[in-house]
């Protein structure tokens, strides 16, 4: 197999720095902060110190106010606020799901939108975090496939996704109180808009500041970062990132998946799984999970079933398998309860655990495969958007499908 190579795509990502204004410190390494302090007049024997405390002020304790800094001298915070700001996305609207489940509408530079997703669990919570405005991979089952790819989100705004929810939990400590192990947002998942892989630079950046144990202090395994399958930057998302890894895989034939995710088309389920099953070992992670979302009548037999099992073979993995949300337009059904079941129980007792995952927030539209932007929605009509669903695929079905009730 030839050398990997990065993969790119002709998207504009907006820079950090205009003519108009300051830079944004949120979502620089520690390398950039560093340079751009210098830059700025900061001797640099003193750079790296500085850069320590700002990096506190800013992640562990979500200042934003450059003057709160009361470790730095006073002039040299007024030199801070005229040079740098500290921003994060613009929260245009919040949704709470009757479940607890809280979908933002975000909006960042150049006035484009993007969903995040908080779900709240018991002692815990997971951030589901957008890497793209929109998405290029169009797979036919996912709400947010039919919203074109508009650009790439800087590190500074997928950061800034989990610095907003953060002040939308009120998680932030106070600095000198007594420390809480409790954590509202304790895991975070990227798996809103967006391939994160095809936006490699930025997500990598975003993630070393989401695990660093004086930034906001995630551990790596609580990071999962979901691909639909770009094979050439799965090793290096191992190296560079660590973080557990999700593929959305949803097909046991090539046939089927070509449909369903047509990235399939550029590198299929043979070179899609030749690259996880070096993935454990390259990022020391324990396993790959593997989602698969149900669809009635398409990939739902028992023959897909033990077709993933040995597909998966010898890969330390779990399958989450995920009732299909459904959205005006959509070509596919949600596979019956009891066919669910049946598809988990051959998975199980193959050895691997196959959990069925309970639809969150499906009542605004922030389950799985449903984001989209709020605002772009409300302009179409259900017929435009059942009409631009339909333009895109002529799903595979089995004869007949399923007629099994739930």
Not at 281 to 287: A, D, G, I, K, T
Request: aromatic share 6%; net charge neutral; proline share 6%.
């Amino acid at each position: 197999m030839p050398a990997a190579v990065p993969i790119t795509q002709d998207v504009v990502t907006i820079p950090r720095e205009t003519a108009e204004g300051p830079l944004n410190l949120v979502g620089l390494t520690r390398e950039a902060m560093r340079e751009a302090l210098i830059a700025a007049g900061t001797p640099e024997r003193q750079a790296k110190m500085r850069v320590g405390q700002i990096w506190q002020w800013i992640y562990q304790w979500g200042v934003r106010d450059f003057a709160s800094m009361t470790n730095l001298a006073k002039a040299y915070r007024a030199e801070l606020g005229e040079r740098f700001v500290i921003a994060v996305p613009e929260v245009v609207d919040r949704q709470l799901s009757s479940d607890g489940t809280r979908k933002y509408l975000v909006r960042i530079a150049g006035g484009h939108e993007v969903e995040v997703v908080y779900i709240p669990e018991e002692g815990r919570g997971t951030l589901c975090l957008s890497s793209q405005v929109g998405c290029t991979l169009t797979c036919s089952f996912c709400h947010t496939g039919t919203q074109k790819l508009v650009r790439n989100l800087t590190a500074a705004e997928i950061v800034g996704q989990v610095m907003m929810v953060r002040d939308d939990l009120g998680e932030w400590p106070v600095p000198g109180a007594p420390r809480d192990e409790t954590r509202l947002l304790s895991n975070v998942v990227l798996m809103g808009m967006g391939e994160p892989l095809y936006n490699f630079e930025n997500v990598r950046d975003a993630m070393k500041i989401v695990m660093d144990g004086e930034g906001l202090q995630l551990s790596r395994r609580r990071i999962t970062l979901s691909t639909s399958g770009v094979v050439p930057e799965i090793a290096r998302a191992a190296e560079e990132i660590g973080c557990l890894l999700a593929v959305s895989f949803h097909a046991t034939t090539d046939a089927v998946r070509d449909w369903l995710v047509p990235i399939n088309k550029r590198w299929n389920i043979a070179q899609l799984l030749e690259a996880l099953r070096a993935y454990p070992r390259l990022s020391n992670s324990e396993r790959i999970t593997f989602e698969y979302v149900m669809l009635d009548g398409v990939n739902d037999s028992d023959e897909d079933a033990r077709r993933l099992v040995q597909l998966i073979a010898g890969i330390p993995a779990k399958i989450n398998l995920i009732p299909f949300n459904e959205w005006p337009g959509a070509p596919y059904r949600r596979s019956p309860d009891k066919r669910i079941r049946a598809f988990a129980d051959i998975i199980h007792k193959a050895g691997y655990a196959s959990p069925i995952r309970t639809p969150r927030g499906e009542d605004i539209m922030a389950a799985c495969g449903q984001l989209k932007s709020a605002t772009r929605r409300a302009r179409m009509s259900r017929r435009q958007i059942e009409a631009e669903a339909g333009a895109r695929i002529d799903p595979p079905r089995r004869a007949g499908g399923s007629d099994e009730k739930g």
